[in-house]
């Protein structure tokens, strides 16, 4: 526990200065992608859909008819201490539908046509690394802290 608690808190570390994200796409014309982002103190995941010519209410079921999957893509960016992400409860995109964010905690999902015509549809989730790693660290603590239960004796009683 404490080896999985030290490398989410190497993570939540290397958060802070990179934004590291795997992309994994699977429609043929990598239209349909999910990715595991790392970022800003949070852990997200990203579902999202985009079709670059106009939008045919067909087309994103067609896309996952046809799932192939493609070689999981690494992304690193040097973020120069800019924050990426708003500490308040607003998402700030112009087509984003409903957004929720409390403690670094967020859902979001967009849907509609962005600039150039193109159709997106995207939903996030975020999980702050503080939320993963202080439990993982207080279990630690407590299973190397606790005293060992005593094992009982042959005629039940535990030894003293």
């Known amino acids: 526990m404490l080896g999985i608690a030290l490398l989410f808190l190497g993570a939540w570390i290397r958060s ?15 239209s349909a992608t999910e990715s595991l982002l790392s970022m800003d103190g949070c852990l997200g995941w990203i579902e999202g859909f985009e079709q670059t010519v106009p939008f045919d209410p067909g087309s994103e079921a067609r896309a996952s008819s ?23 409860s607003s998402c700030g995109s112009p087509i984003a539908n409903w957004c929720w964010r409390w403690c670094r905690f967020g859902i979001c999902t967009e849907d509609g046509t962005l600039a150039g015509g193109s159709f997106c549809r995207m939903r996030y989730w975020l999980v702050p690394y503080w939320s993963i790693v202080i439990p993982l660290t207080l279990l630690s603590a407590y299973l190397l802290l606790a ?14």
């Open 16 to 30: 802070l200065s990179f934004l590291d994200r795997i992309d994994l796409r699977w429609a043929p014309d990598y």
């Open 66 to 88: 046809k799932l192939v999957m493609r070689v999981p893509e690494w992304v690193t960016y040097n973020r120069h201490g800019r924050s990426q992400l708003p500490a308040d």
């Open 147 to 160: 005293r060992p239960r005593r094992k009982p004796s042959p005629d039940g009683d535990v030894g003293s």
